[in-house]
């Protein structure tokens, strides 16, 4: 596999983590190189089903070092609970995983700056934050004013940055009538995390480039999906970091140089959680009937998602952002029952026709689909293990929509099990 990066080419939740955990197979090294615990890769092995905020998929493979790059925003004690959680199901971690020395960390103040935020914007401008800090961490890293994982090598200086910004938080919470940070019970709990996550800490830029210049198989690891990166995504609907092919070098001290191919994984519908524009949602029965059958509920937060039809133009705008060479299309086996089924080919926004994807959110919440019909194959897939076992209508469907992508399909997901995804 060389040097992989793997991202989701819609709005996140399109099954990376199943994907994930098949492409480590091969891997030694894989890196988380954006994000925080807003993010949730679910990995099914066997009967047993982990779900991941932090720690890369890779962990399930015994051989595979697994980094939490710079790029990340770390909650130190979700980072433990994560830790320790994987343990008790008998995942050993030992020295497999490694935090970035770089990486900046997230604090109750941050958490509840971002509750603030969010409960002050009215009806419509709401963002769908996870409340979870990541925003105002990163605001925070921006303003050169973040503490970084390296601090929690040394409990004193730690303590004085962390009571410092609290004091600083404090008194914004107190001119909005908010609850205050109570200072010395979260760094009696900071401080422990920090004692505890401290042996992970080290420089993981110098252990990415030694693995790439020995040719290791290195897998990058995104979360999220391209159309809520920050820069590229529905703006102001979107994450607050680089969900994007670029941010895998940014986020993990990585040469552009190095990178050998880039895996795009989608669903073969879209689903969005949160709040934003999404031109083919289903407010009907069959939208309730796909989140039904998908079990379409947010890893992270449970939340149910919004479902709707494969969408072919901002599909297509993200392979070529991303530079995706090859596609996995994920859950194909929920679309089986449906007589008949839709793919956004074009968009109508204010009375005109366009096949091109908009950078104005206030576009894409206007924008119309227009749609392609296509039979369904009401058959099971779930069996299938190549792609001619497929019925004839689905391997149409899945050729359309890498006609409309402008991309080849490499990999095809037909259940939640490592055993359901097959290589064409």
Excluded at 312 to 330: H, Q
Excluded at 401 to 420: A, C, F, H, M, Y
Aim: aromatic share 8%; charged share 25%.
């Amino acid at each position: 596999m060389p040097i992989t990066v793997l991202i989701g080419v819609q709005w996140g939740d399109e099954g990376k983590g199943k994907i994930i955990d098949v492409l480590t197979e091969n891997a030694d090294v894989v890196v988380r190189f954006q994000g925080g615990n807003n993010a949730g890769h679910t990995v099914e092995i066997g009967k047993k089903k982990f779900v991941l905020h932090l720690i890369p998929s890779g962990i399930f493979r015994k051989k595979a070092t697994c980094i939490i790059g710079n790029g990340v925003v770390v909650d130190p004690l979700a980072l433990e609970h994560e830790i320790k959680d994987l343990e008790r199901q008998g995942i050993r971690i030992g020295s497999r995983l490694q935090l970035s020395t770089r990486s900046h960390l997230i604090f109750a103040y941050h958490r509840m700056m971002d509750a603030m935020h969010e409960g002050s914007r009215s009806e419509g401008k709401k963002i769908g934050t996870t409340k979870r800090g990541i925003g105002p961490a990163y605001a925070d890293k921006m303003s050169r004013i973040g503490i970084r994982a390296l601090e929690m090598l040394d409990q004193k200086r730690l303590e004085k940055n962390f009571k410092e910004h609290a004091k600083y938080y404090n008194t914004i919470f107190k001119a909005a009538k908010m609850e205050t940070v109570d200072i010395n019970a979260e760094w009696k709990k900071i401080s422990a995390a920090a004692k505890f996550l401290a042996k992970y800490v080290t420089d993981t830029v110098v252990t990415v480039n030694e693995a790439a210049t020995k040719k290791k198989n290195i897998l990058f690891e995104g979360a999220q999906g391209m159309w809520l990166d920050v820069d590229y995504g529905t703006y102001p609907f979107v994450t607050s970091s680089n969900t994007t092919t670029g941010g895998a070098c940014t986020g993990s001290g990585l040469s552009p140089k190095y990178i050998d191919n880039v895996v795009g994984v989608i669903k073969a519908y879209t689903t969005r959680v949160g709040e934003g524009p999404f031109p083919t949602e289903l407010n009907d029965k069959i939208g309730e009937q796909i989140r039904a059958t998908g079990r379409e509920f947010g890893a992270t937060t449970g939340r149910p998602r919004r479902c709707g039809w494969f969408d072919a133009i901002s599909s297509r705008y993200s392979c070529m952002v991303n530079g995706v060479d090859r596609l996995a299309v994920t859950k194909l086996d929920v679309l089986d029952m449906l007589p008949e089924i839709k793919i956004c080919t074009a968009y109508k926004i204010n009375g005109k026709k366009t096949n091109a994807m908009p950078s104005d959110t206030e576009e894409i919440t206007a924008a119309v689909p227009i749609y392609e019909t296509m039979p369904g194959w009401c058959q099971t897939t779930s069996h299938a293990r190549s792609f001619k076992a497929l019925p004839k209508n689905a391997q149409k469907y899945l050729k359309r929509i890498s006609e409309l992508t402008k991309t080849k399909i490499g990999i095809i997901s037909v259940g939640p099990n490592r055993d359901q995804t097959f290589h064409i």
